[in-house]
């Protein structure tokens, strides 16, 4: 039989800066948003004591933050973005089907494991991840993708593993789980299901009227449904399965020139260059966006976005750079106060299913350059090497002021232990 399990990493942004910084265990701890505008990570403790609401203003929260002596940082998506890659190659070793749902989250598929003890294979899942990279996480395992993130959501509040195999078993945990906690149910949705008389997971499972659940929340309510039934609707997605890769940041100062925008947009494309050639894949086109600030509303506003089309797939850095550069030329209007700017790659394939240009059956990537680039900046840190057009200075970039170290990446920022003699 066919199991699914889900690992999600505890609080991660949080454990992350915990896992360097060991003084903080027991202490309140919350991490802020790009310009270290809003909280959007908490530890339980900060929970506790009543922080915990997501994108609250820094500002609101100062007092309680000083009167509780919480531990505040600035997103630090350098050292996040490494520490899950680090959980999701050891969670490699114990199944041969992932899917890397998140930053923190990972579905796995577990065929042929009918004799084995999911619950000990879980703690075990957990114990290694925490052992080596200390990260705390929680480890649901059941029939379907649904019914193992029902199974995840109870781990975490009892001993961090929990599996559900048993109909019966399945069933009584069902009938007190809320049906608007199901993966996939929003708002909306269980306001809808509320007015059937729906109100937990159970409910919905054994409502008789098909079509009526199709009509109100399409063809992925039915699919959430079946799943809860245990009849497996929502497959492993591959890497090559992404509809695209993003990246994007609101600037830390305003911003009114071109040439500013060129450079900040350079720097997003090398981002999610990266990401794409990680997973070894190529784009078709590429989009860019560049919008103000719409909380100014005394101010002039204005959103821009536009695309480029390649001939062939690429994941060369500098393409992508004079994509949205292009775009950019059409886009761009003087006189505004731009805030935010971003990239998106599109119509992402697998490498090996690039089809080329018929006129140009080399290919126009860079592919030496990127693999020099992406192994100087492996071994030295991220930036070491770049594209001169992401500019020097970068008067733009985010603030950050209570940013931590890259410990895992930057050879400056390495942990350093003073040993006493």
């Known amino acids: ?5 889900l690992v999600d ?3 991660f942004y949080c ?3 915990r896992v360097f910084r060991p ?3 027991g202490r309140p701890v919350i991490v802020l948003s790009n310009n270290d505008g809003c909280a959007i990570a908490f530890s339980k403790e900060a929970k506790a004591i009543g922080i915990g609401t997501m994108c609250e203003p820094y500002f609101q929260i100062k007092d309680k933050i000083k009167k509780y002596n919480v531990a505040v940082f600035s997103s630090n998506y350098t050292l996040y973005d490494n520490m899950s890659r680090r959980v999701m190659e050891i969670l490699r070793d114990f199944t041969p089907r992932l899917e890397i749902y998140s930053v923190d989250e990972a579905f796995l598929e577990f065929d042929g494991f009918d004799d084995w003890d999911l619950n000990e294979y879980g703690a075990r899942m957990r114990r290694e991840i925490l052992r080596l990279t200390g990260i705390p996480v929680g480890v649901g395992i059941s029939k379907t993708k649904v019914l193992s993130k029902v199974a995840n959501k109870i781990a975490k509040k009892k001993t961090g593993v929990f599996v559900m195999k048993d109909e019966d078993h399945i069933d009584d945990v069902l009938k007190t789980f809320p049906v608007k906690d199901i993966w996939g149910i929003g708002h909306a949705s269980a306001n809808k299901l509320h007015m059937l008389g729906i109100k937990t997971a159970y409910e919905f499972k054994i409502y008789k009227d098909e079509k009526l659940i199709q009509r109100m929340l399409t063809k992925t309510g039915r699919e959430i449904q079946d799943e809860l039934r245990g009849i497996s609707c929502l497959s492993m997605e591959s890497p090559e399965d992404k509809k695209n890769i993003g990246a994007s940041r609101s ?8 040439q500013e925008l060129r450079e900040a947009l350079a720097e997003f494309c090398t981002l999610a260059g990266e ?3 990680r997973q070894q894949s190529v784009c078709y086109s590429v989009t860019a966006f560049v919008h103000t600030n719409p909380f100014k509303e005394e101010l002039p506003q204005y959103y821009g976005v536009g695309s480029r089309t390649f001939s062939s797939g690429t994941s060369d850095t500098f393409r992508l750079i004079k994509g949205c550069h292009e775009v950019l030329d059409d886009i761009f209007k003087l006189g505004y106060e ?8 599109n119509h992402i394939v697998p490498q090996g299913q690039n089809q080329l240009d018929l006129f140009d059956q080399q290919g126009q990537d860079n592919k030496k350059i990127s693999q020099v680039v992406d192994l100087i900046n492996k071994k030295f840190g991220q930036r070491t090497i770049q594209s001169a057009s992401c500019g020097i200075n970068q008067a733009w970039r985010t603030v950050a002021n209570f940013r931590s170290s890259k410990y895992t990446t930057s050879w400056k920022e390495i942990l350093r232990i003073k040993l006493d003699s």
């Not at 731009?338 to 790659?345: H, I, R, S």
């Open 1 to 5: 039989m066919r199991f699914f399990g």
């Open 9 to 11: 990493c505890n609080s």
């Open 15 to 17: 454990s992350c800066e």
């Open 23 to 25: 003084d903080l265990r």
């Open 251 to 258: 600037f830390g100062a305003s911003v009114y020139s071109k």
């Open 275 to 277: 990401k794409l050639r």
């Open 338 to 345: 731009y805030k935010k700017a971003g990239v998106l790659l």
